[in-house]
């Protein structure tokens, strides 16, 4: 669907009378970051799933700008508004965590209930922002100098490194997700790192204890750090919960998806 600015790669799959759920990807996922969770969901809701800016065949015809978060969280409300979606259901995993959170405070009315996967408000001070933006420079010149697709899959190898996905590399359908990765575009991923990063979006934290919506976090029981700021979120969130998923690092849906969807269910029901 061409919005203004947006060329949208989406897809919504209707189940007659049932709540939609809107999923938003993390940095280099796509449309089908959360299929299998999907296939387990079944037909109890509706969903729709999208190409972030950035990634997959989403194309942005707009300036850089349009990378950035109030921009992309403005277009996915036109998208609602196109699609005659008043009201949803919301998950976010990281990038995408972080941008459900700008469109839960910004647009509070549109989304009945939201689950924060793995995700965090920002950073909260300036020193802490310019050095993530500098970081980010750095991984975005790396992603640069991967066009080629056997330079691209080290980039992921040493992406997945991070302690902050704990035993990801092992799990059996690693490949498959690896395969997945390697359809975004390293040129695209540069745009979205620099203009949407946690560097680049401002901080959030003074706004947390205005969300008034239902909101679930969840993190994963090796992802220690995400465990430190999701409960530091809990306590300014008087409207939220925590919960820590056994066996997962930060990428739960994927490691652990019969925990994640099984929380899904009974928060959305």
């Not at 796509?30 to 509706?46: H, P, T």
């Not at 300036?126 to 080290?154: M, N, T």
């Not at 995400?226 to 919960?241: R, Y």
Request: glycine share 6%; charged share 20%; net charge negative.
């Amino acid at each position: 669907m061409s919005l203004a600015n947006y060329q949208f790669n989406y897809s919504l799959i209707k189940n007659e009378n049932k709540p939609v759920i809107l999923f938003l990807h993390g940095f280099m996922g796509k449309i089908d970051e959360f299929d299998e969770a999907i296939a387990l969901l079944s037909n109890e809701f509706s969903y729709l799933t999208i190409d972030l800016p950035g990634h997959g065949k989403t194309q942005v015809l707009g300036s850089d700008e349009c990378y950035t978060m109030p921009y992309i969280a403005q277009a996915l409300i036109n998208l609602l508004d196109e699609l005659q979606i008043n009201t949803c259901f919301l998950v976010g995993y990281s990038m995408g965590g972080r941008l459900a959170l700008y469109l839960t405070l910004h647009f509070p009315e549109r989304f009945s209930k939201v689950v924060l996967e793995s995700a965090c408000p920002g950073l909260p001070t300036e020193a802490e922002r310019l050095a993530r933006i500098q970081q980010d420079y750095q991984i975005g010149r790396k992603l640069i100098r991967s066009l080629e697709p056997d330079d691209f899959a080290e980039f992921l190898a040493n992406w997945y490194s991070q302690p902050i996905f704990g035993d990801i590399k092992n799990h059996p359908k690693y490949e498959l997700m690896i395969e997945s990765r390697l359809q975004n575009y390293p040129l695209e991923l540069d745009k979205s790192l620099r203009f949407m990063g946690t560097g680049y979006q401002p901080s959030l934290w003074d706004k947390l204890n205005n969300i008034q919506n239902p909101l679930l976090l969840l993190v994963g029981d090796l992802d220690e750090k995400f465990i430190d700021i999701n409960q530091k979120m809990a306590e300014v969130c008087s409207f939220s919960q925590l919960k820590i998923i056994p066996n997962s690092g930060h990428n739960i849906h994927f490691e652990n998806t019969s925990e994640f969807v099984q929380n899904l269910k009974m928060f959305f029901g």
